[in-house]
């Protein structure tokens, strides 16, 4: 029981540490694009990928990332 516990903080661990992964690789891409990719955008390949709980986390991470405090829509 306190394994299958442990399992899955540690799989839902993985799975932050994937979608923070996956945001970082998108920003870069994005600037390589000339209009680049706003927030949003983002958020929504994010999202088609691992579902709302991947938008969630994606959205946080991002304005961490920025030392936003609120959401300001902005491309990369």
């Given at each position: 029981?306190?394994?299958?516990?442990?399992n899955k903080v540690q799989d839902n661990a993985n799975e932050i540490?994937?979608?923070?992964?996956?945001?970082?690789?998108?920003?870069?891409?994005?600037?390589?694009?000339?209009?680049?990719?706003?927030?949003?955008?983002?958020?929504?390949?994010?999202?088609?990928?691992?579902?709302?709980?991947?938008?969630?986390?994606?959205?946080?991470?991002?304005?961490?990332?920025?030392?936003?405090?609120?959401?300001s829509d902005s491309r990369f």
């Amino acid at each position: 029981m306190i394994n299958e516990k442990a399992n899955k903080v540690q799989d839902n661990a993985n799975e932050i540490i994937d979608i923070k992964s996956y945001v970082d690789d998108l920003i870069v891409e994005a600037k390589k694009i000339d209009n680049g990719f706003s927030t949003q955008q983002v958020c929504n390949i994010v999202k088609s990928v691992f579902g709302n709980k991947g938008y969630d986390i994606a959205f946080e991470y991002i304005l961490n990332k920025r030392g936003l405090t609120r959401y300001s829509d902005s491309r990369f």
